[in-house]
């Protein structure tokens, strides 16, 4: 729990009910922080609070914020009802918690997983716009006009996409390598734009997410990430709402 939570938003991440059914349990005069009723919308609380339902302890869990390194094979969902694995039995632990945004089966790299509903919906917001950094195996050799296509902006089925930081860093008997730094996060959208120029996608890795790199982090990995890590995350976000 961060200092100064509101109260409704943490009954709701204890799982008391949906928020707007906690405002209610609130005004009812149903909750106490330290002994005292509390029926103002506005009251936070602090950790170490000691926060009563009908006279019964509520405690959420935990917030946890985890970066995986993604493999392939690995579908990021929660729950695959096809049963192939997934990033949440990945990172295992006690509780829920939820991937932020997606990589594609066949994509490694970097992900976050985190039971903080509210940063994870912030983070995905299209205006939110962190910078993720791919790196991408393709087919074929991506010429300087490809480049320039890519840095300006294709055209796909859903739009153009945003102006995106492009460069070849290396080449495969087959193709070359090429770094792309994107912030928007459509579905496929690395892939979809370097197939819009002729350079299908043989192997796609995110190696970095906002400030966040997988340096030290082998295929499979995940960590816990610091508070000063999860404070930066939180300041871009809010930067990225405005
Ligand atoms: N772009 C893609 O095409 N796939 C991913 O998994 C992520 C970004």
Same mark, same amino acid.
Request: overall charge positive.
């Given at each position: 729990?961060?200092?100064?939570?509101?109260?409704?938003?943490?009954?709701?991440?204890?799982?008391?009910?949906?928020?707007?059914?906690?405002?209610?349990?609130?005004?009812?005069?149903? @909750? #106490?922080?330290? %002994?005292?009723?509390?029926?103002? &919308?506005?009251?936070?609380?602090?950790?170490? +609070?000691? !926060?009563?339902?009908?006279?019964?302890?509520?405690?959420?869990?935990?917030?946890?914020?985890?970066?995986?390194?993604?493999?392939?094979?690995?579908?990021?969902?929660?729950?695959?009802?096809?049963?192939?694995?997934?990033?949440?039995?990945?990172?295992?632990?006690?509780?829920?918690?939820?991937?932020?945004?997606?990589?594609?089966?066949?994509?490694?790299?970097?992900?976050? @997983? #985190?039971?903080? %509903?509210?940063?994870?919906?912030? &983070?995905?917001?299209?205006?939110?716009?962190? +910078?993720? !950094?791919?790196?991408?195996?393709?087919?074929?050799?991506?010429?300087?006009?490809?480049?320039?296509?890519?840095?300006?902006?294709?055209?796909?089925?859903?739009?153009?996409?945003?102006?995106?930081?492009?460069?070849?860093?290396?080449?495969?008997?087959?193709?070359?390598?090429?770094?792309?730094?994107?912030?928007?996060?459509?579905?496929?959208?690395?892939?979809?734009?370097?197939?819009?120029v002729g350079r299908p996608v043989?192997?796609?890795?995110?190696?970095?997410?906002?400030?966040?790199?997988?340096?030290?982090?082998?295929?499979?990995?995940?960590?816990?990430?610091?508070?000063?890590?999860?404070?930066?995350?939180?300041?871009?976000?809010?930067?990225?709402?405005?």
């Amino acid at each position: 729990m961060m200092p100064g939570e509101r109260l409704q938003r943490y009954l709701a991440r204890a799982g008391v009910a949906a928020r707007r059914k906690c405002e209610e349990l609130i005004t009812a005069g149903r @909750v #106490t922080v330290n %002994g005292e009723v509390v029926t103002e &919308l506005g009251s936070r609380v602090s950790p170490g +609070d000691e !926060v009563l339902l009908d006279g019964r302890p509520v405690a959420p869990e935990p917030l946890r914020y985890l970066l995986l390194n993604k493999p392939a094979g690995v579908v990021t969902t929660v729950t695959d009802p096809q049963g192939r694995p997934t990033v949440t039995e990945m990172v295992g632990g006690p509780g829920r918690l939820y991937p932020v945004g997606r990589l594609d089966i066949d994509t490694t790299g970097l992900l976050l @997983v #985190t039971n903080d %509903g509210g940063l994870a919906h912030r &983070l995905m917001h299209p205006s939110f716009g962190i +910078d993720k !950094v791919y790196v991408a195996q393709v087919e074929g050799m991506l010429t300087r006009g490809d480049v320039e296509r890519l840095t300006g902006g294709v055209l796909l089925e859903d739009g153009m996409t945003a102006p995106a930081r492009v460069r070849v860093v290396g080449r495969t008997p087959r193709g070359s390598i090429v770094e792309l730094v994107i912030h928007e996060g459509r579905k496929r959208q690395v892939r979809r734009m370097l197939a819009a120029v002729g350079r299908p996608v043989l192997k796609l890795h995110r190696r970095q997410y906002a400030m966040l790199t997988d340096a030290g982090m082998a295929p499979g990995d995940f960590r816990e990430l610091g508070s000063d890590e999860v404070e930066a995350l939180k300041r871009l976000s809010e930067r990225g709402s405005e």
